[in-house]
């Protein structure tokens, strides 16, 4: 039998209300409405594990793929606006028709019901249209024919490599001057794109583990190198650097009646099914370990059934951290809630225990999730630790600004795992 799911989430989370009261647009990922869950856009290609890609594609070839749950009974017309971005996420001046060979408005026809889950849902998949410039898109998902009703929005790229980004000696080149950060160092190569003002029209963006909360912004090189037509980035301030994390923590839902790794233990009765991880504690203090993570991501699965899209349930993920009161609000993040800093993802400190506990409705799978804590005086990743060792994925962006446009165009994209590991 299954159940509606804005009962569970108004009497567990108490989210309906934060999620309902604003619709205003975000030009970032985001879900609008509580019932609206595991969104993912990926890079398509047939491959199970390509589905832990940046949302990033080559012009022209573009095939890009949208996926979400909607824990509802009963389908709803949804539909699908594309919006061309500078940069810095902030709309451009470009119309439609500049980037588009459609009429911006796409119908999200294809749908199917949840199999025996004891929470209702109905998973909705959508390919994204070809653009005709490459760039930053930000996709719109509202309801039916009102563009104000969002239910979510996500941020694609689509980049044309017509400049060459030189690792300079390849990842040995990423270093770190302390035990704790990570550095990239690379140079830009426009010898076969004309640019009248590099300097200028260039714009860098570094991301790390496909977050954009802590994004490196760079908008002038290091060095200009006219005649080589090369411009260089070697990073010198601490500014400049990303701190190397720790591996993320994980845990596997997969399957519901023989608990995975760090389950405690599973309790069917409940409904949602409650799902306990196993106690954690501050690693800020411990040497570094290696683990085989996913680098923050997440992976859709149910070892019961086989079939993950429509045969896995929405349980309640219980998580608890033992650890002394601290000065600022603890949260559970990864990309399975965007790096959210939200109510939802927030932790709760019981006194009397000695612990942080939070409670989060997630699909069931594989998971990577690490705390952090927002305050003025401790690190964000001050219950993690950092160190050097750590595998990390990075993004270098390159962005071009035409002088007889009004829209950058990312030219340069370059993806690389910094100390990778062998899975």
């Known amino acids: 039998m299954t159940y509606p799911i804005a009962s569970a989430i ?9 999620f309902q009261n604003d619709k205003t647009l975000r030009y970032e990922d985001w879900s609008y409405e509580a019932e609206i869950r595991t969104v993912m856009l990926y890079p398509f290609t047939g491959r199970p594990q390509d589905m832990l890609q940046p ?11 949208l996926e979400f749950d909607d824990l509802v009974d009963s389908p709803e017309d949804y539909m699908v606006r594309i919006i061309h971005c500078n940069s810095d996420w902030k709309p451009s001046g470009l119309r439609a028709l500049d980037y588009l060979f459609d009429y911006n408005e796409f119908n999200v ?17 959508f390919q994204v249209p070809r653009v005709k410039i490459p760039g930053n898109y930000l996709l719109v998902a509202y309801r039916e024919n009102n563009p104000k009703d969002i239910i979510l929005t996500k941020r694609f790229m689509v980049f044309e490599n017509r400049v060459n980004v030189l690792l300079s000696t390849g990842l040995n080149n990423i270093t770190s001057l302390s035990r704790m950060n990570q550095q990239l160092d690379f140079a830009i190569n426009y010898q076969d794109f004309p640019i009248q003002n590099p300097m200028e029209q260039i714009t860098i963006v570094l991301r790390q583990n496909q977050r954009w909360d802590n994004v490196i912004r760079v908008t002038k090189p290091t060095f200009f190198r006219e005649i080589d037509k090369m411009l260089e980035y070697r990073f010198f301030a601490e500014k400049d650097y990303f701190t190397g994390g720790n591996e993320f923590r994980f845990f596997d839902m997969r399957s519901l009646r023989s608990p995975g790794q760090n389950v405690a233990y599973t309790d069917l009765s409940k409904r949602p099914t409650q799902v306990v991880l196993g106690k954690d504690k501050p690693r800020i203090f411990e040497v570094y370990s290696l683990l085989n993570d996913l680098n923050g991501n997440f992976i859709v699965s149910n070892m019961d059934t086989g079939n993950g899209v429509v045969e896995s349930d929405y349980v309640e993920t219980v998580f608890t951290l033992e650890s002394d009161p601290l000065p600022g609000d603890v949260y559970v993040v990864g990309r399975m809630n965007n790096y959210h800093y939200i109510p939802e993802n927030k932790m709760q400190y019981d006194r009397s225990r000695g612990i942080y506990t939070g409670r989060q409705i997630l699909k069931q799978g594989w998971y990577d999730y690490q705390y952090i804590i927002k305050n003025d005086t401790l690190p964000m990743n001050y219950l993690e630790g950092n160190h050097f060792e750590t595998e990390n994925e990075y993004e270098i962006l390159v962005y071009y600004t035409p002088l007889e446009m009004r829209g950058d165009q990312l030219v340069g994209y370059r993806h690389i795992t910094l100390n990778e590991r062998l899975r």
């Open 55 to 65: 949302p990033a594609s080559p012009l022209g070839t573009q095939n890009l793929v």
């Open 10 to 18: 108004t009497l567990l989370l108490g989210l309906v209300s934060f």
């Open 109 to 125: 026809n294809s749908y199917e019901f949840s199999i025996d889950t004891k929470l209702a849902y109905i998973h909705y998949r």
